[in-house]
């Protein structure tokens, strides 16, 4: 009985030792990850915008498709789907897709506020709007996405998102 608590007291220290190497200083710095990025802001850099009503080509892995925002306008409210908590905004959206089967969706289509804030899509807040879908080649959906504009601001541009949320086209007013 005596030997067995002589050999754990040894290992007892052993293994207090072991632990205290381990999480001690081993002269390596730890990574540190950044810090993120506030809602509703980017850290990307911005994209020069285009006029609105302006054709971009946006190439995807799955086929690259032609995107025309225009006519930023308020939405009257007996045109609204989804009551604004703010003033609702709608832009006209033209997809065609030129080559392969390219996806959109109408929540890859951000507005930007003049105090550089974001606005997400009101997708359904209006009729047709966009939604989410695939075209094969020659194939065209138009209809609007909506934007439900807090109080006191306005819309400054609209960005087309990938699904990671790169900013690949930017349009505006100017």
């Known amino acids: 009985m005596r030997g067995t608590r002589l050999f754990r007291v040894p290992l007892g220290l052993l293994a207090v030792v072991l632990m205290t190497a381990a999480c001690g200083n081993s002269n390596q710095t730890a990574q540190q990850s950044p810090p993120s990025t506030p809602a509703g802001t980017s850290m990307a850099p911005t994209l020069e915008a285009v006029a609105f009503g302006t054709k971009v080509d946006i190439a995807s892995s799955d086929g690259t498709a032609a995107y ?8 009257p409210p007996d045109a609204q789907i989804v009551p604004a908590k703010g003033a609702m905004y709608a ?4 997809i ?20 550089g804030s974001n606005i997400a899509p009101a997708v359904g807040a209006v009729r047709p709007g966009i939604t989410s879908g695939q075209l094969t080649q020659g194939q065209r959906v138009a209809g609007h996405v909506a934007y439900d504009v807090p109080p006191g601001q306005t819309i400054t541009a609209v960005q087309f998102r990938d699904p990671k949320g790169k900013v690949l086209a930017v349009w505006g007013s100017g």
């Not at 025309?68 to 939405?75: E, K, R, S």
């Not at 065609?96 to 105090?115: C, E, I, M």
């Open 68 to 75: 025309t925002i225009d006519n930023l306008q308020p939405v």
């Open 91 to 94: 832009v006209d959206v033209t």
């Open 96 to 115: 065609v897709a030129k080559s392969g089967t390219p996806t959109y969706n109408g929540f890859y289509l951000v507005a930007r506020a003049a105090d």
